[in-house]
């Protein structure tokens, strides 16, 4: 009894070393490596670093929407009202952008944007008599550059793993959400319309700019403050799409050639001619005037109480610069393979020729220097065969 006891013991032990092992988990897996030391491998490392967002710090962003004028002319029915509430949709006109986004910090950018636009008023948009009469208009080409600086409320981040080339993937969010604020320069060149004919405003002097007793003359090159905000959408890890917008100030009231009094206007005319004196008060185009005193002398032209301001909205696409997955190491690997392919296949077809095509130079070199012995066995058979008496 004793022994069969003692038997089953050793066998169960015995078994014990041929069974299935149990999984560890969290420990990196060996793999055997005929004629060689156990190969490891590891588990991608995610890079959780606060410097993360630095791999897709830069982008360039193209934008394209629609402008409006807020200004003096057209408007809304009423008298003149100030930020949006003077909206007329009538007038909207377009704009393009280009611009370059910088990352200073994971919710800190700055924005570098060049645009270009369209700006439009007239007075016959809106039913109040005393801007309706006036009867003034104008168009003008809008330059902008400015510099932003952009604050983001909300930002999709990314993953990556450590040691790659790429951004992996995402952590759910793909939506941004900022407000913006900076300065910048713009130019802008009034034209007002007769006849179906665009005329430029400022050389006609219309409210007496540079006469006796006349306002200064303006420049068309001025600041401009832009505000405002945006949504952006992850679309991949370079690609984002968004929409913003901007309210701009600006340094000038006459982006319209509309801010102060009436100028005597037979004094334009005299000065500058009968077209001059037909922009400075248009009103005499109209029969049905009902107040003519509200068009003459001294009396406002335009709202000097503030200046111009306009608005920019845009669709976004921007393309962020980050490092992308590359096989350039594998590329180049192949090629060296073909191209030794290749010479393999020359030196096959000139075999047994002359000129041939030595794939390595070391050869080819060692191949021209080596030099047959000169034995001349023949010479010496037949010293041999002459016998001497």
């Given at each position: 009894m004793k022994r069969l006891i003692l038997f089953t013991l050793v066998l169960l032990v015995a078994m014990s070393g041929f069974s299935q092992k149990k999984a560890v988990f969290g420990k990196?897996?060996?793999?055997?490596?005929r004629g060689g030391t156990n190969k490891t491998y590891k588990t991608p490392k995610i890079?959780?670093?606060?410097t993360?967002?630095?791999?897709?710090?830069?982008?360039?962003m193209l934008g394209i929407g629609p402008t409006a004028f807020l200004g003096d002319l057209g408007g809304q029915d009423g008298p003149g009202k100030p930020f949006i509430y003077d909206f007329e949709p009538t007038q909207m006109r377009y704009g393009i952008s280009?611009?370059?986004?910088?990352y200073l910090r994971e919710y800190h950018a700055i924005r570098g944007s060049l645009s270009y636009g369209r700006l439009?008023?007239?007075d016959a948009t809106t039913d109040y008599p005393n801007r309706k009469y006036r009867n003034l208009n104008f168009k003008s080409p809008l330059i902008e550059l400015t510099g932003n600086y952009e604050f983001y409320l909300l930002k999709p981040k990314t993953i990556h793993f450590a040691g790659a080339r790429t951004t992996s993937i995402f952590d759910g969010n793909r939506f941004g959400i900022y407000a913006s604020a900076g300065a910048g320069f713009m130019f802008f060149n009034s034209k007002g319309q007769l006849n179906g004919q665009w005329y430029a405003l400022k050389p006609m002097q219309t409210e007496g700019q540079g006469m006796p007793n006349g306002p200064k003359p303006y420049r068309r090159l001025g600041l401009v403050f832009p505000i405002g905000g945006g949504v952006t959408y992850l679309l991949n890890r370079n690609y984002t799409i968004g929409i913003d917008f901007g309210y701009r100030w600006t340094s000038s009231d006459y982006m319209d050639d509309a801010s102060g009094y009436y100028y005597p206007n037979d004094e334009i005319e005299k000065r500058n001619g009968k077209l001059a004196a037909l922009f400075a008060n248009p009103s005499v185009l109209l029969e049905d005037v009902p107040d003519p005193d509200w068009y003459t002398e001294n009396q406002p032209r335009g709202g000097s109480e503030s200046n111009d301001t306009y608005l920019i909205s845009q669709i976004t696409l921007s393309h962020s610069f980050t490092p992308s997955i590359t096989n350039k190491e594998f590329k180049q690997k192949k090629r060296k393979q073909k191209q030794s392919y290749r010479n393999k296949k020359k030196l096959r077809k000139k075999k047994g020729s002359k000129n041939r095509v030595y794939d390595?130079?070391?050869i080819k070199n060692k191949k021209?220097?080596?030099?047959?012995?000169?034995?001349?066995?023949?010479?010496?058979?037949?010293?041999?065969k002459i016998r001497t008496f």
């Open positions: 990196d897996p060996k793999i055997k490596n890079d959780n670093s606060p993360d967002w630095t791999k897709t710090r830069l982008e360039f280009v611009a370059t986004r910088y439009s008023g007239d390595n130079k070391k021209k220097k080596f030099k047959a012995p000169n034995l001349k066995f023949g010479k010496k058979r037949k010293k041999n």
